[in-house]
């Protein structure tokens, strides 16, 4: 069974960045997507970003568009997500995820069958 181990979380302020890494570990990883949602405190888990592992098409939510970009290294079997321009909202647990999902359900969280405990990012002045 692979792992996701996520890194990179913690406090910032607004306008600060983040780089939040994703290490897979246990086994072969050759998914179709990886990708990051969040969730923040009283609030159900969001899609944020997705890169297909073979090929790196980048798909983002609306609200990170321009401000965060996703990354993989394959040969480490690692993902990234770089925050730019943080803002207060963009405060949540971030969790990493990888599965073999269709591009038309990349956003689904169902569509992912590996997780990793997540990173907090708090975002404060």
């Known amino acids: 069974q692979v792992r996701l181990v996520e890194s990179g979380g913690g406090l910032v302020q607004p306008g600060d960045s983040l780089r939040l890494s994703c290490a897979a570990s246990?086994?072969?990883?050759?998914?179709?997507?990886t990708g990051w949602f969040r969730q923040a405190p009283g609030k159900e888990r969001a899609f944020v970003a997705a890169?297909?592992?073979?090929?790196?098409?980048?798909y983002y939510a609306d609200l990170v568009k321009g401000r965060f970009t996703i990354s993989r290294d394959k040969a480490e079997s690692t993902v990234y997500l770089q925050m730019d321009n943080l803002k207060l909202e963009d405060t949540a647990v971030y969790y990493c995820?990888?599965?073999?999902?269709?591009?038309?359900?990349?956003?689904?969280?169902?569509?992912?069958?590996?997780w990793g405990q997540g990173t907090h990012v708090t975002v404060s002045s």
């Open positions: 246990g086994g072969t990883f050759n998914p179709t997507y």
């Open positions: 890169i297909r592992w073979n090929g790196g098409h980048t």
């Open positions: 995820t990888a599965g073999r999902g269709i591009l038309s359900t990349v956003a689904r969280a169902t569509s992912y069958t590996n």
